[in-house]
Every structure is written in C-alpha cells, then in structure tokens.
C-alpha cells in the first residue's frame, strides 16, 4: 500500500494503562471507520473517550491533508505502547508508605483507503 493513501493519528498522553486500552483497540482493527465509531461511541468503557477522538482526527488527517475519500476508509492499524507513569505515595501503619502507579499510554491509530479489490 502507498504512503497516499493512509493517515496516521497519534496520542502520547492517554490516562490509563496500556493493557486496558488494547482491548478496545483490539476490536477495531481492520474495522470500516463508520463503523469503528459505533463501537466506540456505545462501549461502556471509560477509555473509548479518547480512542474517538483519536480515530476522528486520523479520518480528518485523511481528509484535509491527503484528500480520501471517508467512505472508503478502514482501521488499517492501531497500536498502543507504555508512556510515562506517575509515582504518588499514600501514607500506611508504622511511618510507611505505600505506592501509587498512575500510568499513560501512548496510542497511534492508521487508516488506509480500500477498494473493493484492495480487501
């Protein structure tokens, strides 16, 4: 496939852990875009939110910056890794403290123009 016909969206900030957002990400991939969006917007899941928002800004990469057609777009590939992990500290018994892991998730999302022959 050409480098013309995808569109790449990222974010590397997305609170919550790598783990709980490969499962969403999992049931999109090779999904048509419409309706990859239907699956986001009616998951009970909290992290679909910005999962949305970064599919929509990759179909408006898609349209703006390498003009595709919208109706022809598929979730070619989405992907997420480790970002940073915020480290806080709650008190316990004896003077002791126990830690808090707050991670991020770093999440890129590619869709592809396909043909009917391209499937």
Known sequence: ?????????????????PQKLSLIIRNIVNMKVSNAIDQLKFSQKRVSTPILKVLNSAISNAENNKQLDIDKLFVKEAFVGKSLRMKRWRPRAKGRAGSIIKPFSKLTIIVEERNKENK
């Open 1 to 17: 496939m050409s480098k013309d016909q995808i569109a790449i969206a990222k974010d590397n900030m997305v609170r919550t852990s």
